[in-house]
C-alpha cells in the first residue's frame, strides 16, 4: 500500500508492506546421518513473516532523497518459533538527472532468540552505494560496516563487505542481465568454548539475474536469478557452499 502526498512543494510517499517466507532444505542421506537422532528436513527449514512502514521526503528544488523505515518481524524454524526481530533504518539519498547516484544508510537492527536468550543481539550497520550510468549499462558498488552485539561468542562479531553489481541497458539473447559479486569478511570478538579457534569467516558470492521484458504483465517484468556462495572459515564446520535459485518481478518503468 502506498500514500503519496505533496506538503508545501516537498514530496512524500508512505508505503505499508506485508511479506511472508517459506525455505525448505532437502538433506543428502550422508547429511542426515551425521548425527544422533538423524537430522530431517525440517531440523532446518524456515518461515517468517513481517510487516514493514517507510516514508520516503524529497524537499522541494531538492537533489537529496530522505528515506526511513521500520519494521518487525517473527520467524520459525523446524515449526517452532525462533526469534522476533525490529529494525530501523535511515538513508541519505543524491540523484541527479532523476536517477539516484550515491546513498549513505544507517540502520538498527534488534534481534531477540526465542529459543536461547543468549543468542540475542543488537546489530548496527552503516553502508553506502555508488551507482554510475557507463556505455552499454549501469554499474553500482556498494560497502558496508556492521557491528554485531551479543552475549554470546558464537553470535558477537564486526563484518566489513563490499559489492559491486552490473547492470547491461540493453537486451541480450532477449533478457536483461544484470551481474553481481560480493566479497564479505567477519571477525568474530571472542574464542567459543566448542572451537579451538577463533571464528575468522571469508564469504564470496557471485550472481546472475535476467529480466524477460517481452512478459511485461501491467508493467513488471519476471526475473529469474541464480547465485553462487561460498563461506570459508577458520572453523571447518562453518565453511560452506550454496548455490540460490529465485524468481521475482520487478518494475520496468
Given amino acids: 500500500v502506498v500514500i503519496e502526498r505533496s506538503f508545501q512543494g516537498d514530496s512524500r510517499d508512505f508505503t505499508l508492506g506485508f511479506g511472508a517466507r517459506d525455505t525448505r532444505v532437502f ?23 513481517d510487516l514493514s512502514f517507510s516514508a ?23 515449526g517452532d518459533a525462533l526469534a522476533n526481530t525490529y529494525a530501523l533504518s535511515g538513508t541519505r539519498s543524491w540523484v541527479h538527472d532523476g536517477r539516484q547516484q550515491r546513498s549513505v544508510r544507517l540502520g538498527y537492527t534488534r534481534q531477540n532468540r526465542l529459543d536461547s ?14 551507482s554510475r550510468p557507463v556505455e552499454t549499462g549501469s554499474l553500482a558498488i556498494d560497502a558496508a560496516l556492521i557491528r554485531t552485539e551479543s552475549d554470546s561468542a558464537l553470535v558477537a ?19 536483461l542481465p544484470t551481474l553481481r559479486a560480493r566479497l564479505t ?3 568474530y570478538d571472542e574464542l567459543a568454548l566448542s572451537f579451538t579457534d577463533i ?13 524477460v521484458p517481452d512478459l511485461s504483465v501491467l508493467g513488471f517484468i519476471p526475473t529469474v536469478g541464480v547465485s553462487v ?8 564446520a562453518y565453511s560452506t557452499e550454496q548455490v540460490g535459485l529465485r524468481f521475482g518481478y520487478r518494475s520496468s518503468f
Fill in 27 to 49: 538433506l543428502t542421506t550422508a547429511s542426515k546421518n551425521i548425527a544422533s537422532p538423524a537430522l530431517e528436513n525440517d531440523d532446518f527449514s524456515s518461515s517468517s513473516v
Fill in 56 to 78: 520516503r521526503v524529497v524537499p522541494a528544488g531538492s537533489q537529496a532523497v530522505y528515506a526511513f523505515s521500520a519494521s518487525l518481524s517473527r520467524a520459525w524454524r523446524g
Fill in 117 to 130: 536468550d543468549s543468542l540475542s543481539a543488537s546489530i548496527w550497520s552503516l553502508s553506502g552505494t555508488i
Fill in 157 to 175: 562479531n564486526i563484518a566489513v563487505t563490499a559489492g559491486v553489481g552490473y547492470a547491461y541497458g540493453s537486451e541480450v539473447l532477449g533478457v
Fill in 185 to 187: 569478511h567477519r571477525d
Fill in 199 to 211: 571464528r575468522r569467516d571469508w564469504e564470496v558470492e557471485l550472481g546472475l539475474e535476467v529480466a
Fill in 229 to 236: 556462495e561460498r563461506n570459508m572459515s577458520s572453523v571447518a
